[in-house]
């Protein structure tokens, strides 16, 4: 199963963007999905998630103006980001936590997306 993220770009401060993120693949079921941004020079923090059942936490930062979304049935998340700042600018990474079931054992593999630009200008 791999990640495959969409949607990055450049934008004015004010404005609004989406992030797309599907798993694709066979193997497993997609449990917790979550996005994560790097900006330059930081490390990596955690922007927003949310769970198969729906339920979504935030980062403090992007509160009120971002909001998380996902579709079970296409093992799709998205992110909408409104209200965008300088701040934003990040390369964003989707993240998915894979169950992988059989007889023997259930096992967790940690998925990640290749990663995908936003660059807000003020």
């Known amino acids: 199963v791999q990640l495959m993220e969409s949607g990055g770009g450049l934008v004015q401060a004010g404005g609004s963007l989406r992030l797309s993120c599907e798993a694709v693949?066979?193997?497993?079921?997609?449990?917790?999905m979550a996005w994560y941004r790097q900006a330059p020079e930081k490390q990596r923090e955690l922007v927003a998630t949310?769970?198969?059942?729906?339920?979504?936490n935030y980062a403090d930062s992007v509160k009120g103006r971002f909001t998380i979304s996902r579709d079970n049935a296409k093992n799709t998340v998205s992110l909408q980001m409104n209200s965008l700042k300088s701040e934003d600018t990040a390369v964003y990474y989707c993240?998915?936590?894979?169950?992988?079931?059989?007889?023997?054992?259930?096992?967790?593999?940690?998925?990640w997306g290749q990663g995908t630009l936003v660059t807000v200008s003020s």
């Open positions: 993240n998915a936590r894979l169950k992988i079931a059989t007889i023997e054992a259930t096992n967790y593999l940690e998925l």
């Open positions: 693949g066979r193997g497993g079921e997609i449990n917790d």
């Open positions: 949310i769970t198969v059942s729906g339920f979504t």
